[in-house]
Structures are given as C-alpha cells and as structure tokens.
DNA sequence: TTGAAAGCGCTAACAT
DNA sequence: ATGTTAGCGCTTTCAA
C-alpha cells in the first residue's frame, strides 16, 4: 500500500501539499496539484479510510437496517439505497434484523460505528427509543414518521384508497384486512386509510380485521383460513409477502382466485406479476424510496417527510365477487 | 464520546492497562481488570473502531459481494453471510454489482479498503483477474471456483443429475437447457452434469440448448419462446429466476404447465414453492452457503473447497409428457 | 503558495 | 503486573 508519505516523497513536496492537492483545494498551484496527481496515479495511491476518519471524525459509509434482506421490498430498498451511496462514492453497509424489532437498536448501533449516518426502514422501535437514536446518530427512517426525524414513505393511505375503490368497483362489499405485525407503523397507517376508504365506499361491516400476522407463508396460511372462515369475498394483504403466503393457502385449500377470492397486496415486488394469478397490487417504489433516503441523509436541509405517490397494479387476482358462493 | 483516555484517568491507570483489562488479557491482575471493565461501561465507553484499525491494521468489517440482491438466492446467500459476521461481533458490508462483471472489482475493491476479506458470489471475473485480487485481499467465492482460493458451492452436477433422472423418469425425451450467463461458473459446471446425466439417461438428442439467457423476466421470454419453437417437452432453467420467467411467459402464451411443458429451476428460492403451479426445482442450501463462506473467511486453515449437497424438490412444475403434443 | 508540526484514539513493543 | 513510548496515515492549524 502506497502512502501519503511516499507520494510526498516522489512529487518533491510536503505531505500537507500532497493532502491539498488530491483534495482539489484551489489553495495549491495548479501545476503542482496536477503533479502530485499524476505521481499518486502512477504509485496506485489508495487513501487509508481508517486514518482520514480517525483526524476527520467522518466516516466512508451510509448504514441501512432493514427487517429482512428475503423480502424483497426491502431487498429493492436495499438496492436502490446502494446505487446511491455507491454514486456518491461512499459503502453502503446493510444489515437485517431477522424482524425482530429488539435486534435493530443493536444492529444500528453496531453500524453507526463505522457509519455517518444510517438508513432505518420499517423500524419498529418505540418512538422514545428512536428519537434517542436519532439524537445520537444521523438517521433517516424509511416506512416510518418521528417528529424531527428525515423520512421517506410511501402514501400508504392513498394506497388503500386505490385497492378499496378498485374493490368496490368490482362489487366486493366484505373485504378482509390481513394485518401486519401490530408494532408496523405502515400497518397502522394502512388500516387508517382503510378505514377512512371504507367509510366512503362500503356499509358498516364492509371491513373485517382479520388480525395481525407475520408476512411471509405461515402468516399467509393463517390469514387465508381465516378470512374463509369469515365469509369474505376479497383480501387485502398488509403486503406481498404476505399476499404470497395467503395465494398459497387458498390454493392448497383449492380456492379459485379471483373466481371465488380475490386477493391484493401492496408494494409491487417483482415477483408479483409472476404469480398465478398475477398479483394485483399496490406498487411502491421501492428503489426510489432507498436512493431518495440516502438523498435525505446526505444533504443538509431541515429534516423533511418525503411522500412517494403508489399506484394500484390491476392483474389477475382480482374480479367481481361470485354471485351466491354457496350454490352452483 | 468516551476515551481510553478518559477511562485511563477514570480508573487511576495507563491507557495501557485499559485497552489490556477491556481486550481480556490475563496478564492484567483480576481486580483491576474488573475495576477498569466497570468504569469502561459507567461512562458508556465505546472504542473508537477507525482508531483501532489504524494501528492494527486489521478492520472490523467483512464484504460481500453479489451480482444482485433482488435475486432471492443472492439475498439468501447475504441473510447467511451477515448472521455469522454479526455472531462474530463483525459487521457486515454488502455490494452488489448489479450484474455487471465489470463493476465486480471496483465494488469488491472499495469494499476491500474497510474490510477484513470478502464474499465473491458468483464472480464473473476472468481466473486471472480473480487470481490477482485474491493475493491482495482475503477472498472466498461462493459459487465459483479457483485453485488456491476458498470457495463454498453447491453440488452442481449432481443437481442437474437429479432433475434429468426425474425428467426422464416421467418419460421426457427432449429437454431444453435454459442456460444462464456464458461467463458464469455455475453454468458451465451445470452444462457438464446435464451432458454427463443426458449420456446416462437419454438419447444423443435428448438435450437441446436453448441458449443463454439472463436470468429474470425478459431472459426467461426469450427461453420460454425458444423452448417452445423446439418442441421439448422439459425445460430446465439455469436458476429460478429464470425459471419464473418462463413460468410467465407459459402463461401468457396459454401454455399449460406441467401438462404441456414441464419446467424446473434451480436454487429453490422461497417464492418457488408459492409459484402457480409450485416450481420443481434443485434446493440449493444458500443461507448455508452465506455462513459456511464466512467461516472460511474467519479460519485459518488451508484454502479449501466446500462442495454443499443439493436436492431436488420435486413439487408440481413437472409431469408425464403429453402424449401427442401435436394432435388432440 | 507551501511546509512543519501537532495530534485523532488506539495498540504493542519495550521497560520497569 | 503495570507504565512509557512510539507510532498507525492522515488532516489541519499555524507559521513561513
């Protein structure tokens, strides 16, 4: 490994010019600072991170805690964030909680180490917590709101609008919620705006909470038991994971979708429109959402909420609702 | 942010003593190694990891590199890896090189200056450039191998063994090889088990090479496409994400899956099982393959090669071959 | 415009 | 068993 010293040493010069100079600082003479480049080229010069953070106290990297790398919302977050960060010529370090809400304080801390800031998305600590957090470190939540805290959501209440009018519109009058976990700040905001859609475009007893259940398949065998049993006609899953896992029950249990279900999800994973039926779904954009965190993160500005627009993705798992699901 | 130093004054020792009594070393006396611990967590010390890696040269991080994360067994493979760096008390770094081989050793080398050694997964790189980061930095691959280097894979020609004798055995004759990238590794060792199991269980032109493909959706149109134009009745696919795509495009062009076209992946991703129809496919133990990377990264025995078994999940992508595809 | 010098917080010889 | 000392490679005053 090349050092300063060395560079210093070949260019004829002090190793403060040679510091100057690879930093672009206008204060040294052109010609020199070209020297001293061309020199730190030829000799491969690398900069040691470890010792510019060590006199800077700014580090090289951006954090990113996200609940679990195989869903792949948060698999494009992560993608999306790392584009980023890599364009800005900084790492991007990544770490997954296991959805475990305990683990994130832990593995946060352990990546504010080495990071100058960190992406938080879904978090699902108490707002006491993240707010001593975010004092400490530079944070921005992703899927999430804290007074005083950068964030980036998804319009997740026009979001259920779009599903619930959708709905309506094809004649379903019981449609089913299948919750996320009850810590999810996306889950409450999702079940505000339905309920408030549902207001607006159902009777009463419109909406069935069918519970709270953990994305991915078990949650998904549960939540479709449990809306045949209640009697409904349509789902409305937390999210694709989720929604995955209930396709998959219904066609265990040989529930036609959508002639005898229909389904619908949210966020738009890839693998959505791949399914049998294709999923219709609220699509995020979650790329977006992770490069736009990193934006907040890195620029000085007040601390501001960015809302991303969604928009509905009607395919296959949708359609009117059977006539008499008794008969026939 | 605490000191040494502090803690030193704190405790009325030398920094010395501290950084000996917090690392554990028993040549400090008992007492004041727990003296020294105590005062350490009464003012929340927390060392100063840039500091440390300076003088030690050894750094705190370990990276991985994947050609994309939204692939779910990449995801898997970096749910594996990061547990075991995080069970370590190391952190994480996580690349991806969007599937691009040339951005492999720029991504791997920004990573290199932070971490300890890398995870290459399924590096595209020629031997010789691979050879050449290898000398520099810590390294082992997972899905590729290289004299002298570590390396964790799965069981590739067994794999495909396992799906031509179950292919053949529901009596397919012509099957298609959807294959992945040319530079890729795992291609070509699959190519050498499908050629090996296609001599043991078929005719000479039992197998027909469909070509390469990307893996994803556009990839898996212009395989499904293929296949069909060559009349096989199987087609195997590199990976599932190719697999998937083809699925798709099946649909979408009404052909009925298993009974017109078997199909089968590789990798066994979670959604696999979740497909309309589920999709056979060759598990592949990836959170395995992720953790089993890093302890070969952590160890300090010879380079060696894991060679991770597989095995088929034979699920409902596949069937007996239509009688007379033609006629009817 | 350039250089000298003082550390950043820590570890590891070496000395006691 | 503990302390002293000399840096790790870099940035950044301060002085020239």
Redesign the interface.
Known sequence: MTTLREVAAAAGVSMATVSRALAGSTIVAARTRERVSQIAAELDY?P????R??VTGR???IGLVVP???N?FY??V??GM??RV?AAGL??????T?EDPARELE?LS??A??CDGAVLASSRTSDADLAEVAGRTRVVLVNRVLEGVPAVVGDNADGMAQAVAHLAALGHTRIGYAGGPATSWSDARRREGLATAARRELTADGVVDLGAFRPG?AGGIAAADRALANGVTAILAFNDQLA??I??RL?DRGVAVPQQMSVVGFDDV??A?????PLTTVSVPALEMGSAAVDLLLSSEEPATRVLPVELQVRRSTAEPARHSGRT
């Open positions: 690398q040691n991170r470890a010792a953070q060590l580090g090289q990297a679990d790398l195989q792949a698999a494009s992560a993608t790392q584009r890599r790492n991007a370090m990544i770490g997954d296991d593995v352990q990546l180490m080495v398949s995955l896992g396709l998959g066609a890839p693998v429109r791949l399914l049998a039926p």
